[in-house]
């Protein structure tokens, strides 16, 4: 198996919850599938007055914490041979002289890949790319890239205020902003479904397809991000990060190339020709809501203004349906019809593109007359899978029909594979920016969803309701263009 290029992979706040959660076991995952070079370091840079036996023992005890009866020790001693403890304020000058005699003694041997992965809060990036500059770790230096995750910013001018900051120093190529369902199998599939197959892409427009959805559904609640989650809500959280992007790649022109800007060009375009909404008519494009207490499987969950450290007036939303329309020759009148939840039905991230019915009925005297139209399904959790639903005639002499749906698996069931994070991590240290986002397809992104922010930040609208465990509020059909038009909650029809 090929493994990745030497570098040094530098963490600021290694002992943080991202790096705890998200990072370690993603970096142990990698170890397993042995696809991580001999000469890749690891610097762990943080606060804490640990010696490296310390850190050793943080690192263990989180991946047992994580993994459970998969973790296997001989892996994790290895990768945490990897690693050299800096003990360290990222605010001030001091933690910096001590990360250059770090690097200056590797035991690789001096390697310019350098990698600073900012796992610390959006406010102090500031202060860090400012420190690294001073240090001689910016600009000039191809080799040397910062890492950086959502959120992007709060809103339109802090986006752009942190895209300002990030570039005082360093170079829009040496900036990897990560959006973990850019990693996703399937999404990269659908790249690759879309482009290499001449029986799809002439019915991928406007003439064909009658409408898109995209649903992100999550059957958990909150768990202990109250704090970040009640200043945020899902249409921040969710839409305007994660779904914009499966939107984007849904419906983007064919990129001249596969190279990073080119598919970056394609998605903005994208972005740029979405419909603005108009602020006095965003109640007809978007609606929010909260769950209230019910059954989600068989768990009892309480409302959301009952979970801990949630107001009891708060007004965040966990859940948002929206519209959007894309104002260009390709899509030009197709609604699409995005959605996230939490405490919903179930865990599910699909798309669904439903086809136009043919244009003349041939069978609306038979008993065929209410045939439905066809859809192709993008199934990106819990499994990755794509089907076509086509109609055909059953066996005999009656005019009776059947669907049949074609169905093809990403991958066999039990086939090991790295998962999103993982692709990720492995493109940044070989420096492959294409399944990551440009400074501007963050900025259209918020642009797009501003006037819904503005809204509902001023005005004095109803927040509705739905039970924990359902689909959502019944209020969010209303969106729909027409009355055969709903929402589709199961990958697979009955």
Known sequence: MDTISPCHFVIFGA?????????????????????????????????????????????????QSKLGEAFDGVIAARLIDRFTYVRGDYSQPEAYQALMEVLS????????????????????????VTHLHNAGFSGKVARHRIVVEKPFGEDLESARMLNMQLHTHFDEEQIYRIDHYLGKETVQNLIVFRFANSLIEPIWNRNYIDHVQITVAEDKGI????????????????????MM??????????????????????????????????????????IRAQYSA?????????????????????????????????DNWRWKGVPFYLRTGKRL????????IRFKHPPQQLFQNTSLQNIEPNWIVLAIQPHECMHIELHAKEPGLDMNTRRIDLKAPYRDEGEASLDAYETLLLDIIDGDRSLF???????????????????????????????????????????FDSDDQNWRNQIEQA
Not at 223 to 242: E, I, V
Not at 254 to 269: C, G, H, I, S, W
Not at 297 to 305: D, L, M, S
Not at 314 to 323: L, M, Q, R
């Open 105 to 128: 003694r590797p035991k690789s041997g001096v390697c310019e890949n350098i990698i600073f992965n900012l796992a610390i809060r959006p406010a102090d990036f500031l202060n860090v």
């Open 15 to 63: 002992t943080g919850n991202l790096t705890t959660i998200k990072l370690l076991p993603a970096l142990y995952h990698l170890e397993r599938a042995g696809r991580l070079a001999d000469a890749l370091e690891f610097i762990a840079l943080a606060r804490r007055d640990w010696s490296q036996d310390d850190w050793a023992e943080h690192v263990q005890l989180a991946l």
């Open 437 to 479: 986002i440009r400074f501007d397809e963050v900025e259209w992104a918020w642009q797009v969803v501003d006037p819904i922010l503005r809204h509902w930040a001023v005005a004095d609208s109803y927040v509705h309701t739905y039970p924990a465990g359902s689909w959502g509020p019944d209020e969010a059909t209303r969106l």
């Open 245 to 286: 992007q499966l939107l984007t790649v849904m419906a983007m022109e064919p990129p001249a190339t596969l190279d990073a800007d080119a598919l970056q060009d394609e998605k903005v375009k994208v972005l740029r020709s979405i419909r603005t909404i108009p602020r006095e008519a965003v109640n007809s494009y978007a």
């Open 294 to 326: 019910g059954t989600v499987g068989n768990e009892e969950a309480v409302a959301y203004r009952e979970e801990e450290n949630v107001a009891d007036d708060s007004t965040t939303e966990t859940y948002v349906a929206a519209k959007f329309y894309i």
């Open 345 to 352: 039905q179930e865990k599910m991230t699909s798309i669904f």
């Open 223 to 242: 768990d202990s991000r109250a704090g970040y989650f009640d200043s945020s809500g899902a249409l921040k959280d969710m839409l305007q990060n994660h």
